[in-house]
């Protein structure tokens, strides 16, 4: 469940980057997804102040539309809608159209996904919101067909012609409704421990579990700061029920259509119940998180295949999400020709192509392949439920079966390699490199080569500290928003730990330091120090997102540290529970999971 933090008010001030933007500039943008419009017919600005008073001064309603370069559908509406001259002409002569990257704007994008969420039900990405010049979200919801889109723009611009001091009323009207609904849900409730919320967390994410597929919802997302506190809460007095879930989720993370089984890594989600169709964009996030669970999974189940799934996961992060620098942002979902997946597909044809009679049944049999085409690029390779029938059937040994595999498996590695190409967000986060080096961290013990990797990427993230203040990224001066100092201070002190130089210690102390001197106040959080909000973006705790909860982050580094001022913070945080919590502990799992864990909270 989503829910609103801030007044809404606050969202129209915030200033993502320093340059006033116009459509024939953003080609030259250093972020992919903003470069990609640079030829759009749409006077896209930025979002920023100067734009922020244009809307006033002429007195028209600005549409704001954030995406992201892996997203299929940011790319489909790109095509039908920002292409067209139509709409262009009704986007460039009745509003401030502006285009925002959420990847560089993780706060703004935040707070209009809940507008959104709340306001219409659903919410997601391309994300397409209304606001009134005053300050004011309107409207908003996610990919429109190009004429329904078209409709909107023409009604909502005729409406705001005739009847504009009504809408902004309402829209103000609106916003004062849901600031009620956030100090309701922000209010403490001191009887309460957030330890104290391990059995109803438990209770109501076993209530969402599917039992019989893994995983949650029909959509089937890996869930990592859920599965990671489940993990860790159920390790400490193990339930069968739930520990038989857990192997079931991850076996289908593993298996099936969630991983990529030629290239390695895993897609951001499956759009079905079964794990078997994947939405293919390929995100850092991801695949920097999801190796720490499956390395932890491998010790608790003691299950070797975990290992070698977490540890294929990074080799594949390391080789081909590798930036100058760092690792990039994600791969796309759409190939060079703007098919989704045909990257990653093959039909029976190119089996026979590219492998050799023996290695075709191999191949067919391992990764199902002659099943009826999903695509008309064919199918994702799936993989057989089990190796151990495979090689039976077969008449081979299971090592001999694993080497007749990573034989087959690099001949089609290097045919997409060589014949097909998918697009690459080059952006390098801060915050999501420093995930990535904490995984880098858990998993040196079993590949040293991981040695020299972490420490480029210590030295990339220590580039990006002045000493006072943290970048996002690596190629803007923007300041990093929480999560960046969170994960980036986490990382450094856990590879300083696993690699044994203290040099990255020193540095991620100061980050913690600083993050506790620009984050948090008064038992509340803010997740961005210099967005120029109108008003203060507090809450007194931070849910988990696909990515874990940058105040659980900076809880974890702080924990590393410890000390009787470390201690103390983290002892006012944990003190403090809200209504948010007690109505949807999963949306707080990973706060939850280490107040259990820490000696520091109370029973």
Not at 324 to 343: M, N, P, T, W
Request: hydrophobic residues 40%; proline residues 4%; aromatic residues 10%.
């Amino acid at each position: 469940m989503l829910l609103i933090r801030t007044s809404l008010i606050s969202l129209l001030v915030c200033v993502t980057f320093s340059a006033n933007l116009f459509a024939n500039d953003l080609k030259n943008h250093h972020s992919p997804y903003l470069a990609m419009h640079g030829d759009d017919p749409i006077q896209w600005h930025d979002w920023n102040q100067k734009t922020l008073e244009k809307a006033r001064q002429e007195d028209k309603l600005l549409y704001v539309s954030i995406g992201y370069f892996a997203c299929h559908w940011c790319h489909v509406m790109q095509q039908e809608s920002f292409k067209d001259s139509e709409v262009a002409k009704v986007l460039n002569e009745q509003y401030i159209p502006v285009k925002v990257d959420r990847e560089l704007n993780p706060v703004l994008d935040k707070r209009l996904i809940e507008f959104v969420q709340v306001t219409n039900g659903v919410a997601g990405w391309p994300l397409n919101v209304f606001i009134t010049p005053d300050g004011y979200p309107l409207a908003g919801g996610t990919y429109m067909p190009r004429d329904h889109f078209y409709g909107i723009l023409q009604t909502l611009g005729e409406r705001w012609e005739s009847k504009a001091p009504v809408i902004k009323s309402k829209a103000k009207e609106l916003n004062q409704q849901l600031s009620g609904m956030l100090g309701i849900l922000e209010l403490t409730t001191q009887q309460h421990s957030i330890a104290s919320q391990k059995d109803l967390f438990i209770q109501k994410t076993m209530e969402v579990a599917d039992e019989l597929q893994g995983g949650f919802g029909d959509r089937k997302f890996p869930n990592t700061p859920q599965l990671s506190a489940l993990l860790d809460i159920n390790a400490r007095k193990p339930n069968a029920e739930i520990d038989e879930f857990l192997t079931l989720t991850l076996d289908a993370i593993t298996n099936k259509g969630l991983r990529d089984h030629i290239g390695g890594g895993f897609f951001r989600y499956t759009i079905d119940p079964g794990w078997k169709t994947p939405h293919y964009e390929k995100m850092l996030y991801n695949n920097a998180q999801l190796p720490q669970l499956l390395l932890k999974a491998a010790k608790h189940f003691k299950q070797e295949r975990y290992r070698h799934a977490a540890l294929d996961s990074i080799d594949f992060m390391l080789t081909h999400m590798r930036g100058k620098q760092a690792l990039i942002a994600s791969l796309s979902a759409v190939d060079e020709s703007g098919q989704e997946g045909a990257y990653y597909l093959f039909t029976q044809q190119d089996i026979r192509q590219i492998l050799k009679p023996s290695e075709q049944v191999l191949a067919f049999a391992a990764w199902d392949l002659k099943r009826p085409a999903d695509y008309a690029y064919g199918n994702l390779p799936i993989a057989h439920d089990s190796l151990t029938e495979l090689a039976d059937a077969l008449a081979l040994t299971p090592k001999a079966l694993n080497a007749q595999l990573n034989a087959v498996r690099q001949k089609l590695l290097t045919y997409r390699h060589t014949q097909r190409q998918v697009p690459k967000d080059s952006k390098q986060l801060s915050g999501w490199n420093g995930l990535a080096l904490s995984t880098l961290a858990h998993a040196l013990p079993y590949r040293q080569r991981y040695y020299q990797e972490g420490n480029r990427l210590a030295q990339f993230l220590l580039s990006l500290w002045d000493g006072e203040r943290l970048k996002r990224d690596s190629a803007s001066d923007q300041a990093g928003a929480l999560l960046d100092y969170a994960a980036v201070a986490k990382g450094l002190l856990e590879w300083a730990e696993a690699s044994e130089q203290p040099r990255f210690a020193a540095v991620g102390a100061a980050i913690v330091d600083r993050a506790w001197t620009l984050f948090y106040d008064d038992m509340a959080w803010s997740e961005s120090s210099n967005s120029l909000l109108a008003e203060a973006v507090l809450q007194s705790h931070i849910p988990d997102t696909p990515i874990t909860s940058p105040e659980t982050l900076l809880l974890e580094a702080s924990s590393k540290l410890g000390g009787k001022l470390m201690n103390q913070h983290i002892q006012k945080v944990l003190a403090v529970s809200n209504r948010s919590i007690n109505a949807d502990p999963y949306a707080y799992a990973s706060l939850i999971a280490f107040s259990v864990t820490q000696k520091t909270s109370k029973p």
